[in-house]
């Protein structure tokens, strides 16, 4: 038996009612993910974020411009394009041999990032809050744009005495890996031989299921449908 269903999670788990029950009061059922095509609507930078820049002559500084990072999924390329055009003498860049960023700062010129955004290019250390001056400034560790690095299939109706993780009940149905994709892209993924989990006893009249990302938190993507087809077996 097969059963399809229609994810779109805004951050919380989603129930789907089914119009046939699952009649597992023998409590011999498995049920595995047969495959998953999902619409790229997760985030890397969120809201409250920008960027700002002014003159500095003499330690005299000039009025502030600012210009802010609109919510959504950036890539290196698209967030080095919005300093670069904002002011001339900012240069962002990535090393391709360890991922580490370089923000060089031109001469008579401050700027400052907002936390979120220094974290996401890996220059969060000592460096938040504050006004930068003209100068090199070396990420600490690798620029991580790929926020999303895992999805976490997790279903209510496990039995979870027989699925554990890390010693623990668990109802982690599957993981899949992702990949690196823009807003929007459309992924299909088929499980040739999926891990099959037991059910939990009784009649089952709907199926809850969220799909977690790498900090444990219900995926928030944003309105975009994930496509889930589950497929239910005997023992």
């Not at 997760?42 to 700002?52: Q, V």
């Not at 907002?114 to 504050?130: I, N, R, Y």
């Not at 088929?190 to 977690?212: A, Q």
């Amino acid at each position: 038996m097969f059963q399809t269903l229609t994810i779109v999670q805004k951050g919380e788990a989603v129930t789907v009612g089914l119009q046939q029950y699952i009649d597992n009061r023998c409590g011999d059922l498995l049920i595995g993910l047969r495959s998953i095509t999902y619409t790229v609507g997760w985030y890397n930078i969120d809201a409250g974020e920008s960027f700002s820049w002014r003159t500095s002559t003499g330690g005299v500084s000039g009025a502030s411009n600012t210009t802010d990072i609109h919510p959504g999924l950036y890539g290196f390329a698209r967030l080095q394009d919005i300093i670069k055009v904002e002011t001339s003498n900012t240069l962002l860049d990535v090393s391709k041999v360890n991922g580490l960023i370089t923000l060089t700062v031109g001469n008579g010129s401050e700027v400052l990032l907002t936390d979120g955004l220094l974290s996401l290019l890996g220059l969060d250390d000592g460096l938040g809050g504050q006004w930068l001056n003209a100068g090199t400034y070396a990420g600490d560790r690798p620029v991580n744009f790929a926020s999303t690095k895992m999805l976490y299939v997790h279903l209510d109706q496990i039995n979870t005495t027989s699925n554990v993780l890390d010693g623990a009940p668990s109802t982690l149905l599957a993981i899949i890996a992702p990949g690196c994709h823009l807003f929007g892209d459309i992924n299909f993924i088929r499980m040739e031989h999926p891990e099959f989990k037991r059910l939990g006893g009784g009649t089952v009249g709907e199926l809850k299921v969220s799909i977690r990302d790498d900090s444990g938190k219900i995926l928030d993507n944003h309105g975009l449908p994930i496509f889930l087809v589950l497929e239910i077996a005997g023992a």
